[in-house]
């Protein structure tokens, strides 16, 4: 076979693999609304669990002041062509914590190992920032009301409760308003969440995702690709068959 016709078939088997691929929706979880994070395509639904993705909070609420905390899910469960994800953890963006971290401040660090009451085991990083250096007795002080916050407020609430309370900053403020009494603190935030062990999987409801989502502007809804439409706006940008073997006889030569 020669190099041209060897570059039609390639280019006729790499355009059927891709016609073969449907485009599915990855959802966030509940705790979030179900909020589209993407689209993927595959021609194996089996092939997305697993796949992990990653939002900020604004992305998924609007609120422009969770700009800096970036969630992370995974897919573990595909119907129709809907992809549901877990939460699997949390973190800051690296600019912000140094925005925080300045000259004569110092920073307690604090790793936490907590438990929800439905069974999920994670692992939470809280770091708190004083206006001042403060003495490392007071550094153990207010690392261990850290530690009691978290596992207290952990063994009370289900995950999406424990999630809701580690972005909004609600496990932030109990941890300042018990450890003002010690040294007041400029910053507190939980800096960090991995979940090490899923416990119990919230039920998946059979609320859908609308069509259009809010444009950033706050104006007209833009709607989102169908995935025929998605496919052939792919296609068009793929070289043709011509173009294909064209190239390889420019090589060849």
């Known amino acids: 076979m020669s190099t041209k016709a060897k570059a039609v078939a390639a280019a006729r088997k790499m355009k059927d693999r891709w016609r073969a691929k449907l485009w599915y929706r990855v959802l966030a979880p509940e705790m979030f609304n ?11 639904p089996d092939s997305l669990k697993g796949r992990t993705m990653e939002a900020t909070v604004q992305d998924l609420t609007g609120d422009f002041s969770k700009m800096h905390i970036k969630l992370k899910f995974q897919v573990h469960d595909v119907r129709g062509l809907d992809a ?6 949390h973190d800051l963006t690296s600019d912000y914590v140094r925005r925080q971290t300045r000259r004569k401040r110092s920073k307690t660090d604090a790793v936490v190992e907590v438990t929800t009451k439905d069974g999920w085991r994670i692992k939470v990083k809280p770091m708190a920032v004083s206006e001042q250096r403060i003495q490392s007795s007071q550094e153990t002080a207010i690392r261990h009301i850290m530690e009691n916050v978290m596992l207290k407020a952990a063994s009370e609430s289900t995950v999406s409760e424990y999630v809701k309370l580690m972005v909004n900053g609600d496990l932030s403020k109990a941890i300042a308003d018990q450890g003002k009494v010690i040294v007041p603190m400029k910053r507190i935030e939980i800096r960090k969440s991995e979940v090490l062990s899923f416990g119990v999987v919230p039920e998946i409801s059979e609320a859908t995702v609308p069509e259009q989502q809010p444009s950033e502007e706050g104006g007209e809804t833009i709607a989102q690709p169908d995935a025929q439409t998605t496919e052939s706006a792919a296609e068009s940008e793929e070289l043709s068959e011509e173009e294909l073997a064209e190239e390889a006889d420019e090589k060849e030569q």
């Open 34 to 44: 179900m909020a589209l994070l993407g689209e993927t395509p595959t021609d194996n």
């Open 84 to 89: 549901h994800t877990l939460f699997i953890g």
